[in-house]
């Protein structure tokens, strides 16, 4: 089962923050967030275990809502180098399935 | 460290033509596996995923298959190649439980013409 991920895109000026939301209809081991440019592979940027934990990457940190199958990713003081898609992606328990959403499409503009 | 090689990084195939994509792993032993498909400005559909030599899930029926052969090798196959099968083909590995993230390979650009 695919995790539903919103908004589809956002478009930001350089400093500006966002908030991009991932949700899963069954529960959940745990959720990854990856950043994929232009032609390229997704690369990794975080797993959350947890319920509740939180965990940062440069200025993009994320949270995991165990009990309402939720995780968001905040994107603060906007950088250039954070345009691309992200990706987020759940686990169930018990399984090694990794599962990803569409995808948010970021751009950041100067 | 661990290494994750793909290759060809491109190809262009007639309908009804074979495929194989292969994909190793270094570094690391009994890695979990996993083939993705994405088409053009899509997301990432998972294909096939193993963990362990022989042990391979399918998550969408398709003229797709695959095969781990040995414990670093994973290898995506079909008989004969559909246009529908277009599409950048990622191969990526995990640990078990998968708590370090997964690492993509560079992929595979596989235009069916």
């Known amino acids: 089962q695919q995790p539903v991920q919103s908004p589809q895109a956002v478009i930001l000026r350089e400093g500006e923050d966002a908030v991009i939301n991932c949700s899963s209809s069954?529960?959940?081991?745990?959720v990854h967030w990856y950043r994929q440019k232009h032609g390229e592979a997704p690369v990794f940027l975080m797993i959350?275990?947890?319920?509740?934990e939180q965990k940062g990457h440069e200025k993009i940190s994320a949270s995991f809502n165990e009990k309402k199958q939720q995780s968001s990713l905040y994107l603060t003081a906007s950088q250039l180098s954070y345009s691309g898609t992200y990706f987020c992606?759940?686990?169930?328990?018990?399984?090694?399935?990794?599962?990803f959403g569409a995808g948010t499409t970021v751009t950041v503009r100067a | 460290s661990q290494t994750i090689h793909q290759w060809p990084a491109t190809l262009v195939q007639p309908v009804g033509s074979p495929l194989s994509l292969e994909c190793t792993v270094e570094?690391?032993?009994?890695?979990?596996l996993y083939w993705y498909r994405q088409a053009a400005g899509r997301g990432l559909q998972l294909l096939f995923y193993?963990?362990?030599?022989?042990?391979i899930s399918s998550e969408v029926p398709q003229n797709l298959s695959a095969s781990r052969p040995q414990d670093r090798q994973f290898i995506l196959s079909s008989k004969k190649l559909l246009l529908s099968d277009s599409g950048f083909y990622l191969c990526?590995?995990?640990?078990?439980?998968?708590?370090?993230?997964?690492?993509f390979g560079s992929g595979t650009r596989l235009t069916v013409v």
């Open positions: 992606g759940t686990v169930p328990p018990n399984d090694y399935k990794l599962s």
């Open positions: 959350l275990l947890k319920g509740g």
């Open positions: 193993s963990v362990g030599i022989g042990q």
């Open positions: 990526a590995w995990g640990s078990l439980g998968g708590h370090h993230g997964y690492t």
């Open positions: 069954k529960a959940l081991y745990s």
């Open positions: 570094g690391t032993s009994n890695p979990n």
